[in-house]
């Protein structure tokens, strides 16, 4: 199974962040900010970013990105190679309530072979959950639409020592233009959920470019 690095979205949740005012172009891999719109011209997507959320820094991605490769490759025992990965637009309130997005490539070896990896993935990031020993429940993986484009997405729901909830998220996921493309929601109110889906549930995508690479 290939390992891509959407796995350590799950870093995020033991993150203290702080917000700042950024130039929004320094802290992207690929893609262009313009009058709060993000473009990302491998995947052909663009999005609105919301009024009043701070574009996360390329500083704080990256510190999200080493807690959470020390804590994967804990579980894997070897090292994981995330020298394709790229992150797209992020932005935040706090460090609860926050959208990340990545792209890393994906080359298909056999039919089937994204979709085992994203299976894969989703047990691997419960496993380690329950492993640093935070409570955990997943939701079912179902498929939603997002501008007639399918999507995989499901749900972890954070718990307290006391089984209090205090962290939502929802991953969705495709396979696109040969990438392995991920979004990452975190929330703990409805008014913060309901801001990041308008806008993610509102993407556009060109459907030219979804050109799905056959396998050998």
């Known amino acids: 199974m290939q390992i891509t690095y959407r796995v350590i979205f799950l870093a995020l949740i033991l993150s203290i962040t702080s917000c700042k005012q950024v130039d929004p172009n320094k802290q992207i891999d690929e893609g262009k900010v313009e009058n709060d719109f993000y473009s990302s ?32 490759e804990d579980m894997v025992d070897g090292e994981i190679d995330i020298s394709g990965l790229k992150n797209l637009i992020g932005f935040q309130k706090n460090v609860f309530n926050m959208f990340q997005s990545t792209s890393e490539p994906f080359e298909l070896e056999y039919e089937g072979e994204w979709e085992e990896n994203n299976a894969g993935l989703k047990i691997l990031i419960y496993e380690t959950y329950l492993q640093q020993g935070i409570k955990t429940d997943s939701t ?23 089984d209090e909830v205090i962290l939502n998220q929802i991953m969705y996921s495709r396979l696109i233009n040969g990438f392995d493309f991920g979004v990452n929601i975190n929330y703990n109110n409805e008014s913060d959920k309901d801001e990041m889906l308008e806008v993610w549930l509102n993407s556009k995508f060109i459907k030219k470019k979804l050109i799905k690479k056959s396998h050998k």
């Open 41 to 72: 011209k491998e995947i052909g997507w663009t999005m609105n970013i919301p009024s009043n959320w701070e574009v996360t820094s390329r500083e704080q991605n990256e510190e999200n990105q080493k807690k959470g490769l020390d804590v994967i």
């Open 140 to 162: 079912a993986t179902k498929i939603v639409k997002i501008d007639d484009l399918d999507f995989h997405t499901y749900t972890f729901t954070i718990y307290s020592p006391k």
